[in-house]
């Protein structure tokens, strides 16, 4: 699932990352490549449309191109914009209502509804410790009724007898009522399925639910039917109307226009997926997790969080304008590692503070990790004012007793001026460097 979807979209974005700025243009021809690689994984084609339409407006906005991360930005509303399009935050199977709440199973035949019956069945009972009680009312295929009732011996879950020669509506109100008097808390209702959408079934769904009143309607669908799915799900709710949708098959190798559009065309959200065929291989359905599978970009976009969290813009302000007049003391350098420290450590954040990009060359050959950026603090801490903005008065008297202040040695402290002599002295030649990553530090705010 996703696979081809996936390489391609990280494919198109990880090559807007390698790039240190972005024009329009850049993001228009990237969003094109988005646009096919999303109508050959079978999304519906307003969905697709939509999609991108949201990228461009997000995206081309100023801060965007102008922040010292575009293509990292980028990806992020690119994350944000397939969440939206899942889904959003998700939503869950209720069965928060008087008992016994009953729960209606619709959809084609084959597409899993009578599986995931039982496996939704097993994970009420088990997970949510609810007493269920499961009825078929595929009053055409004995096979069906049958199938439920081995499914349920399986699972652990009572099912209802079957008595030859009742209607769908008469199983179903004989279900709820045997429920109502064996104190269960869930009956779940497998309507019959049909091979293709017709009337006769639509009716018979209709009739059904008027008689119970369940409180979710649950389309099951084949993700493997890609647009089909869809269109299905589209013609179920406009006659009967849906609560949800569970799409099964999810394990195989759609190509993810069901997952991806059923949200954005019907409206109705998908509450959980199938994704094999034993009876505990069933998901709930996480827009978030969804988005992170499909981009495999959840690195950056954590980052790009954090980093929006936690990045003090004035601060970052100030010491843009500082590094833009070519100063850059003790001071800031504390501040470049406290950020650090901050965002998590040294790792990716490399390329979200300003400066700090073109500086990981320097801190890489201090060898700079984790545990040092502390150290480092610690060091500058046990400096005066004085010796922050001008390390030149560090001479060794001074050092010994910042090494004993910040419980370090002055092989330490020469270290980490011999790194701050660096980084200021290439802080200086960026400066002279026309147009060059100093100019833009101020559309580090973007983030
Ligand atoms: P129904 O006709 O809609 O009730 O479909 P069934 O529940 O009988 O399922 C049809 C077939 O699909 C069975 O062989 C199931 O084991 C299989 N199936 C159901 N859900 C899934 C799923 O999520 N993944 C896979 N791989 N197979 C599934």
């Known amino acids: 699932m996703f696979g081809t979807l996936s390489e391609r979209l990280s494919g198109i974005l990880s090559g807007l990352t390698r790039r240190g700025s972005l024009t329009e243009e850049d993001v228009n021809a990237a969003l094109r490549e988005v ?6 994984a079978d999304v519906a084609l307003e969905v697709v449309r939509s999609f991108t339409d949201k990228v461009r407006e997000r995206a081309v906005g100023a801060e965007v191109l102008k922040s010292v991360t575009p293509g990292q930005q980028v990806i992020k509303i690119v994350n944000d914009v397939l969440i939206d399009t899942l889904g959003g935050e998700g939503e869950v199977i209720g069965f928060d209502a008087v008992p016994p709440v009953p729960i209606l199973m619709v959809g084609l035949q084959g597409s899993g509804k009578t599986t995931s019956t039982a496996k939704i069945a097993k994970r009420l009972t088990e997970r949510n410790k609810k007493k269920v009680l499961m009825a078929s009312l595929d009053t055409r295929r004995p096979a069906a009724m049958e199938q439920l009732a081995i499914l ?3 699972v652990g879950v009572q099912t209802l007898p079957i008595v030859a020669g009742q209607s769908a509506v008469q199983i179903a109100r004989r279900a709820v009522e045997a ?15 049909r091979v293709t959408l017709d009337d006769t079934l639509m009716e018979e769904v209709a009739q059904v639910k008027a008689a119970t009143s369940p409180h979710e309607v649950l389309l099951v669908a084949d993700a493997l039917t890609g647009q089909d799915a869809v269109n299905t799900a589209r013609a179920f709710d406009a006659r009967v109307g849906l609560t949800g949708i569970v799409l099964t098959r999810m394990d195989g190798d759609s190509r993810g226009g069901a997952a991806l559009s059923m949200r954005a065309v019907t409206g ?10 034993k009876v505990d291989e069933l998901d709930d359905f996480h827009p978030s997790r969804v988005a992170n599978r499909i981009l495999g970009m959840g690195d950056i976009v954590s980052l790009v969080e954090k980093a929006a969290q936690t990045v003090d813009a004035d601060k970052a302000q100030a010491l843009a304008q500082r590094l833009a007049k070519g100063n850059f003391d003790l001071d ?14 040294f790792g990716g954040v490399m390329g979200l503070l300003p400066g700090m990009a073109q500086m990981k060359n320097q801190l890489a050959a201090a060898k700079v990790d984790d545990k040092m950026i502390a150290r480092q603090v610690a060091i500058i801490n046990s400096m005066t004012p004085a010796e922050r903005r001008n390390p030149d008065l560090l001479k060794n008297s001074r050092k010994k007793r910042i090494a004993a202040g910040s419980g370090t040695s002055p092989e330490a402290i020469n270290k980490l001026l011999k790194m701050h002599r660096g980084m200021a002295d290439m802080m200086k030649a960026m400066k002279k460097q026309k147009g060059g990553m100093l100019g833009k530090l101020g559309g580090m705010f973007g983030l």
């Open 35 to 40: 646009r096919r690689a999303l109508l050959e």
């Open 152 to 154: 349920g011996t399986q």
């Open 268 to 277: 109705k959200p998908i509450k959980l997926v199938g994704t094999g065929e």
């Open 332 to 345: 800031d350098l504390r501040m470049q590692l406290q950020q650090m420290e901050k965002m998590g450590g």
């Open 179 to 193: 429920a109502r008097l064996g104190g269960y808390d869930v009956v779940m209702l497998d309507t019959a399925g």
